[in-house]
Antibody, heavy 115, light 109 residues
Framework: EVQLVESGGGLVQPGGSLRLSCAAS????????MNWVRQPPGKGLEWVSH????????YYADSVKGRFTISRDNAKNSLYLQMNSLRAEDTAVYYC????????WGQGTLVTVSS | QSALTQPASVSGSPGQSITISCTGT?????????VSWYQQRPGKAPKLMIY???KRPSGVSNRFSGSKSGNTASLTISGLQADDEADYYC??????????FGGGTKLTV
């Protein structure tokens, strides 16, 4: 069974950093492209970043480009999102989602940026 | 990248059919057959319902179907059931090698 479990969320001050993790099971993560998607409280979904299968090629939404970095650890079968220079508008539930079609999602982890 | 345009809400009675539209541009919906639809219940993660415009993942009811004409994609749910009540989002791959979601549609049954 495919399972994705996010962790690493929490409360952080504006300008701070946080690293989110997404532990995958039931499949080999590096063979799939992977995504991060976020959802501000009470609002819609926003695509954040994508890493291409078996490569380090990555793409980012304009709203996070230059501040966020997506990566994976093949040995740990895990996906990461390093978030720097955080802003209040980055407050959201962050989901990892598998593949080009976002066919499986984790349960999400809440990031709150506030002083 | 502007969000795809969806109606804020739609409603229908049990047994009826409804259609949710998702309008983009020639750089996203109109340019690629990579439109997907997701169902999200309150407090839960989204669930893939339709991908590649018309394809249904294993386990998704055949009451859900997708289509596309020009820059507008559509999700149709036939034989509405109370359990279908949820938020629905469309997404599309774009010419910038990014993805864009719609603003979401609240379905009331």
């Amino acid at each position: 069974e495919v399972q994705l479990v996010e962790s690493g969320g929490g409360l952080v001050q504006p300008g701070g950093s946080l690293r989110l993790s997404c532990a995958a099971s039931g499949f080999t993560l590096y063979r799939y492209s992977m995504n991060w998607v976020r959802q501000p409280p009470g609002k819609g979904l926003e695509w954040v970043s994508h890493i291409v299968a078996s490569t380090t090629t990555a793409y980012y939404a304009d709203s996070v480009k230059g501040r966020f970095t997506i990566s994976r650890d093949n040995a740990k079968n895990s996906l990461y999102l390093q978030m720097n220079s955080l802003r209040a508008e980055d407050t959201a539930v962050y989901y990892c989602a598998r593949a080009f079609n976002f066919d499986s999602w984790g349960q999400g982890t809440l990031v709150t940026v506030s002083s | 990248q502007s969000a795809l345009t969806q109606p804020a809400s739609v409603s229908g009675s049990p047994g009826q059919s409804i259609t949710i539209s998702c309008t983009g541009t020639s750089s996203d919906v109109g340019g690629y057959d990579y439109v997907s639809w997701y169902q999200q219940r309150p407090g839960k993660a989204p669930k893939l319902m339709i991908y590649d415009v018309t394809k249904r993942p294993s386990g998704v009811s055949n009451r859900f179907s997708g289509s596309k004409s020009g820059n507008t994609a559509s999700l149709t749910i036939s034989g509405l059931q109370a359990d279908d009540e949820a938020d629905y989002y469309c997404s599309s791959y774009t010419a910038r090698s990014t993805w864009v979601f719609g603003g979401g549609t609240k379905l009331t049954v």
